[in-house]
């Protein structure tokens, strides 16, 4: 069972001989239990302990092997079975390892770096294979300036054509490439004043005395380049072999190094004193005895375990510590010290059942709750999916997104996919339950009768005129689900601000409350009813029952319930509730509360988006279903599509003719006959699954998102803070190694 309430935490002090401290931090990691508290230094005679020696050692290890997997690329998935790993296979293998790794990357290193050499030299030369001139004709000149870079040779020319300085030039062209041959030699920054050039320095492409063309070079350097690549490769492959044969044991070494740290570091947060160590921290109060247990057979009387306080959901902090006598004798547990070592709040541990355990991911998405918060993770559970079912309603998309969140949680280790996952299993449960009450698979109808039988289904979407009613009934079932949504969230605050004192819980919480429900119980009311859409009186009322003078049409009704609006009498006391919520109001916040208290009405209408957003899906749908199969309206406002009935445009027109209704669409399955009938059913089809997975996906991003917007903005805003501590015992899950 879900609680509203995170488990009940205690705080505990261990206290214990020094001798026995190795002990006791071995049986405490290994139950993975005890959220421990960091001491502060502030009890007179105790002092933080040291880490155990081999802490340093370790964790230089640690840092060794993720530096390894990191070079190798080892992730989770490259984990083989779990293992043993003792001491000194550690030592050898993981040195074995970190000198193989390090050669095979460092020679990686060199091959990349003379490979990026390599392609800044062919990048070089190619402006000068672009222009196409030999290397040893531009340099080795005493009286000739030589130049290539990028310019434009009309302005170059100019500019060289005025210069007094310049006898005579020469330039070579290919296509933004320049080759300038300037006589005498003269500084080119002076003379190309106003033109624009980028010289490129003018590379060693010779191989000793021996000129070289600059295609020639490149190719030779082509030929290094596919030599250096493809030794790169074999290195890759090497490592890429080595991976494979090492990744486990990194895994494994990590994990075992890890929890060795964390072991040998743990004295950094103990208080201390010559012979006497006292740890404090969190447990789960169910969980206490256990702790006793599992310390006294490691340690005897060596240690003792205190629970100190049961920490109550009220806002505060927790109580001071008690005293732990003096005078103990020499190597027993001596401890003096006025308050808590763990003050503050308790670590937040959510109690809630597996099958609203993937909530919880929504929730701390906003921030997990404090520890004397009501827990909202059991009425997100219990709605979110209610209202994205609500929304979407049909088998089809319903299995479609309990197949994507099976995918989820069983393809994905991530906790945050797996929650995803579920919550996307249970949104598909509710879409399906409400699409066997809608009659819809993929928006057809035909599942309703197979289900309800010749009536069809009890509930429809409202998107025909015949059936209008039920759009406004949903309407109206939209705003009562906000008002007991919203209630929901109001008592919560009312709860959680009693710790404050009754007037706040009062002011803050009831008040709105009362205001919001009078309210709406008079617009419910059939005092003023003229001023009031007649849909409120008519959706749930009879046909032929009396509305504001006029008798109520078939068409107006959704579900004879006899509903025409709560009394006069009723209303009037609604509205005085509501006043005395608003007095109440006005009394804690002052005039800022008179301004707000529209809300009451903004904050319900708000939910009435869960209408909307179920007619767009349902219309959504619909488009689709009508290109396929084309659709008629009968007299009364109905809508069909064609092969319910008729299974021909010709049977299709006869009908219609005979009834008085229209055709809508004629449908690319049965509008299209002959040859073009196999294209039209491949197109057809394929509308059909392209148009369907978009509305799929729409879905999620429309029902999804509201029914979130809804969940945090609408009913968390009445309550919840959020801000508790994470609960992070000291111990480690073993996922690589194992003791047996």
Do not use: C
């Not at 010290?337 to 597996?354: C, E, I, L, R, Y």
Request: net charge negative; aromatic share 10%; charged share 20%.
């Amino acid at each position: 069972m879900s609680s509203l309430r995170p488990k009940r935490m205690s705080r505990v002090s261990v206290t214990g001989s020094k001798r026995v401290m190795d002990e006791a931090i071995e049986a405490i990691h290994g139950l993975n239990l005890v959220h421990v508290t960091d001491y502060d230094g502030s009890w007179e005679g105790f002092e933080p302990g040291d880490p155990i020696e081999g802490a340093e050692e370790a964790a230089q290890k640690l840092v060794t092997v993720r530096a390894l997997e990191s070079t190798l690329g080892v992730t989770e998935e490259d984990a083989g079975p779990t293992r043993i790993i003792d001491d000194d296979e550690l030592e050898t293998k993981l040195e074995e390892t970190r000198t193989r790794v390090n050669d095979l990357d460092d020679q990686r290193s060199e091959l990349r770096t003379e490979l990026r050499e390599i392609e800044e030299q062919i990048d070089a030369a190619r402006p000068f294979a672009e222009l196409g001139i030999d290397l040893d004709l531009l340099s080795g000149y005493e009286s000739l300036t030589v130049a290539v870079g990028e310019g434009d040779a009309d302005e170059l020319e100019a500019a060289l054509s005025e210069a007094d300085e310049v006898d005579g030039y020469e330039l070579y062209t290919q296509d933004d490439y320049v080759a300038l041959f300037v006589y005498p030699d003269v500084h080119l920054d002076d003379v190309l004043v106003g033109a624009a050039f980028t010289e490129y320095e003018i590379p060693d492409l010779g191989n000793g005395d021996e000129a070289t063309s600059p295609e020639a070079y490149i190719e030779d350097l082509g030929h290094r380049k596919q030599k250096i690549e493809s030794e790169l490769e074999t290195i890759e492959n090497k490592l890429g072999d080595l991976k494979h044969e090492v990744a486990g044991f990194l895994l494994a070494a990590e994990e075992k190094l890890s929890i060795e740290v964390q072991k040998r570091e743990a004295p950094l947060t103990f208080a201390t004193t010559e012979n006497a160590f006292v740890a404090e921290g969190w447990v789960p109060t169910e969980r206490v005895a256990e702790l006793e247990a599992v310390l006294d057979d490691a340690a005897g009387d060596h240690v003792e375990v205190e629970e100190l306080e049961q920490m109550a959901y009220e806002e505060g902090h927790a109580h001071e510590r008690e005293h732990i006598e003096d005078g103990a004798e020499e190597g027993e547990a001596v401890a003096d010290g006025g308050h808590a070592m763990s003050g503050g709040s308790p670590p937040v541990v959510q109690d809630n059942s597996k099958s609203a355990k993937p909530f919880e991911m929504l929730v701390s998405v906003i921030n997990r709750p404090k520890y004397n918060e009501l827990d909202p993770t059991l009425v997100l559970f219990l709605t979110f999916p209610a209202f994205f079912g609500f929304m979407i309603g049909d088998v089809g998309y319903g299995i479609l997104y309990m197949l994507m969140g099976w995918a989820l949680m069983t393809k994905f280790d991530s906790p945050g996919f797996r929650s995803l996952g579920g919550v996307a299993i249970w949104a598909g449960v509710f879409t399906t339950i409400f699409g066997v009450l809608y009659g819809e698979f993929f928006g057809l109808h035909e599942l309703g009768y197979v289900v309800f039988g010749e009536g069809g289904s009890p509930m429809t979407k409202g998107l025909s005129p015949a059936n209008i009613a039920f759009a406004w009934a949903w309407l109206i079932v939209s705003l009562v689900l906000g008002l007991i949504h919203l209630s929901i969230g109001h008592i919560f605050g009312f709860f959680d601000d009693l710790s404050h004192g009754i007037v706040d819980a009062v002011t803050e919480n009831l008040s709105w409350l009362m205001l919001m429900l009078g309210a709406w119980v008079w617009v419910f009311s059939t005092h003023l009813q003229d001023v009031k859409p007649e849909l409120l009186f008519t959706t749930f009322n009879a046909e032929g029952a009396t509305v504001a003078g006029e008798a109520v049409a078939a068409q107006e009704v959704a579900y004879e319930l006899g509903f025409a609006g709560f009394p006069e009498q009723v209303g009037i006391i609604g509205g005085v509730i509501a006043l005395v919520g608003l007095a109440l109001l006005i009394y804690g916040e002052g005039g800022i509360g008179l301004l707000e208290s529209l809300n009451v009405f903004v904050n319900v209408l708000s939910y009435t988006r869960i209408a909307a957003v179920l007619l767009a899906k349902a219309g959504m749908a619909f488009v689709v279903n009508l290109l396929v199969f084309g659709a008629y309206q009968d007299p009364d406002g109905g809508v069909h599509f064609i092969y319910n009935e008729m299974g021909s445009m010709e049977a299709a027109n006869q009908a219609v003719a005979q009834q008085g209704g229209e055709i809508m669409f004629g449908g690319l399955i049965t509008d299209t006959s002959g040859a073009m009938f196999v294209f039209a059913l491949l197109v057809g089809a394929l509308i059909f699954v392209i148009g369907h997975i978009l509305v799929l996906l729409l879905g999620i991003s429309s029902a999804g998102l509201q029914g979130v917007r809804l969940e945090y903005v609408e009913f968390f805003n009445k309550f919840y803070e959020g801000g508790g501590k994470p609960y992070e015992p000291f111990g480690y899950e073993r996922n690589y190694t194992t003791e047996d």
